[in-house]
């Protein structure tokens, strides 16, 4: 990289919202630990290798904060190269920096440390050990990740497999039709070379079959009925099931091969009725479809696609009321939806890439990071909830809201038209009250989104002026401290005394909005015990049975 490059990948980092697994900044200013920049190279390496990217960068002179510090480590032009060598010698294969790069900005000195990516197979050691990222923490790689890297060179794709026994009997022939007409809107410049060809060579042009070879690919999409004995053990199966707002099945289909058509039969059964905004003035449309039709084909197409074969499970689809929920088996191989949406790119490799190919040219299915960015961005234009994710278990779950779950969050939206969609996904997270993660929570609260102590935050002031909620502000926030304890020394003078169960009546209310029920009570809790701590009341019952009384100095 020339300056000029340097500088414009310095500065495109610096606008990240946050660090990711493979980007750490350090003040550095004038010295930095060896074994720390050892454990740093292992961990970066590591994590460009599970990412898919070339290469990580550990940078110094900057702050966690982004804020420009400088660094004076190693000014001498020699004992800075040497650190090439240093570095070589404690680690696998002598793996060492693609480059550091000395350069100026703002006048101040930065070192740019530019990490190569672990080769493909092989996880970097420092030391004899394994080290990677959670999030911005530095610890030991887990097992799990240092076999992910080891297999590498061992991944077989399942849908790629050649079936010797089947025949182009063994296809649909309306599922081929289907097939060529998809084709055709996929690659328009082509529909007249297309028309010229037969079946085999369609069928190898769409990537469904190796020089005229049947593929499980092609079983799965365009297979007979009765062809799916060719995927035993594994199943290709797709079941709908409606259910209604008690949670008892009302209706279900189980569909097969072939996949292209049963697609279109389960999309066919879900309901897209009309939805309807409560009228607020302007700001929302009288009514629209529950769901965007791109929605739930990208939803269904991906849960094709990325199906784990090998567990030899089915793919589940179900409808509720107000949402959709697929469901298919295997991991996540992104690893994080944040970082697919945000990022805008697909990942390094996928579980079944010969399916997926021939998916991409049948027009089933976008690219993996495109088609789910589309999809948040179609769930935003509507106000509605971002699609949620759970990755845990060896399973993929979507599941799609079709409502507006807080008017507060829909208004948001409509007034802050310049939020990006990062930044939308992570006001979701708070109006679902998930969890935000460190570098989330650094980020709202720099642009004064939201306000609250870990784990309870809100929207803040700013937000809640800017759509007309300071009532629902004000309610969040609560009073300060002394004013409840005001509160039950007054009720106390008045009555006498109070039981715990008048304690919780007088302040419940008065508490803010985004405590849970558990934390108004533990809160309740430290206010009676600073009081009683203090001797200002004293319990004259029992811990089961309270009776509170102003205590008598």
């Not at 240093?86 to 440390?113: G, P, Q, W």
């Not at 009309?274 to 529950?290: A, C, H, L, S």
């Not at 039950?488 to 008065?510: F, M």
């Amino acid at each position: 990289m020339d300056n000029i490059e340097i500088m414009n990948k310095l500065q495109s980092i610096l606008k990240l919202s946050n660090e990711s697994e493979i980007i750490e900044f350090k003040e550095a200013k004038s010295t930095y630990s060896f074994e720390k920049i050892g454990k740093y190279f292992s961990a970066l390496s590591n994590e460009a290798n599970l990412k898919g990217k070339k290469c990580a960068w550990l940078i110094f002179g900057i702050n966690d904060k982004r804020d420009i510090i400088g660094t004076n480590y190693r000014r001498d032009t020699n004992s800075l190269n040497s650190l090439k060598r240093e570095v070589a010698d404690k680690t696998t294969n002598r793996i060492t920096f693609i480059e550091i790069h000395n350069c100026e900005y703002k006048s101040k000195r930065i070192l740019m440390f530019q990490i190569p990516a672990a080769p493909k197979s092989i996880p970097i050691a420092w030391q004899g050990h394994y080290f990677g990222r959670d999030h911005n923490s530095l610890g030991p790689l887990n097992l799990e990740e240092i076999e992910r890297i080891r297999e590498q060179d061992n991944i077989k794709d399942w849908s790629a497999a050649i079936i010797p026994d089947a025949s182009l009997d063994d296809l649909d022939k309306p599922a081929i039709q289907v097939a060529k007409e998809n084709f055709k809107k996929k690659f328009p410049d082509k529909i007249s070379e297309i028309n010229e060809w037969d079946d085999i060579t369609f069928l190898n042009k769409a990537k469904l079959t190796i020089k005229g070879q049947i593929t499980r690919t092609a079983i799965l999409l365009l297979g007979k009925d009765a062809s799916e004995y060719f995927l035993s053990p594994s199943v290709a199966k797709i079941r709908w099931i409606l259910k209604d707002s008690n949670g008892y099945d009302k209706d279900y289909l189980n569909v097969g091969c072939p996949l292209l058509l049963s697609s279109d039969r389960i999309y066919s059964k879900i309901r897209n009725v009309k939805y309807r905004y409560i009228k607020n003035g302007t700001i929302f449309p009288e009514e629209v479809d529950q769901y965007e039709p791109f929605t739930i084909r990208e939803a269904l197409n991906n849960c094709i696609a990325h199906q784990d074969y090998l567990e030899c499970g089915r793919i589940t689809v179900i409808e509720k009321d107000d949402q959709l929920i697929f469901i298919n088996l295997g991991s996540f191989i992104p690893n994080s939806i944040e970082e697919v949406v945000v990022e805008d790119s697909p990942p390094a490799f996928y579980r079944n890439h010969f399916l997926v190919t021939a998916m991409f040219n049948l027009n089933m299915v976008d690219t993996i990071g495109g088609g789910i960015r589309k999809m948040f961005n179609y769930q935003k234009s509507r106000f509605f909830p971002m699609p949620e994710y759970d990755l845990d278990n060896e399973k993929i779950k979507l599941t799609i809201t079709s409502k507006v779950l807080d008017i507060e969050f829909a208004r948001i939206l409509t007034q802050n038209p310049e939020l990006t969609l990062h930044e939308v996904i992570m006001l979701d997270k708070v109006q679902k009250r998930k969890i935000l993660s460190n570098e989330e929570i650094k980020h709202l609260k720099i642009k004064k989104f939201i306000e609250g102590r870990k784990p309870n935050y809100y929207f803040s002031k700013r937000i809640a002026d800017s759509i007309g909620k300071k009532a629902v502000y004000s309610k969040n926030t609560g009073f300060d401290k002394k004013y409840y304890i005001d509160l039950i020394i007054k009720a106390i003078n008045e009555h006498k005394t109070l039981t715990r169960k008048d304690i919780d009546e007088l302040l419940w209310d008065k508490l803010p909005d985004y405590l849970n029920e558990k934390q108004k009570k533990y809160k309740i809790n430290n206010l009676i015990a600073e009081l009683s701590k203090n001797e200002k009341i004293t319990n004259k019952g029992s811990n089961v049975k309270s009776k509170w009384e102003i205590s008598i100095n």
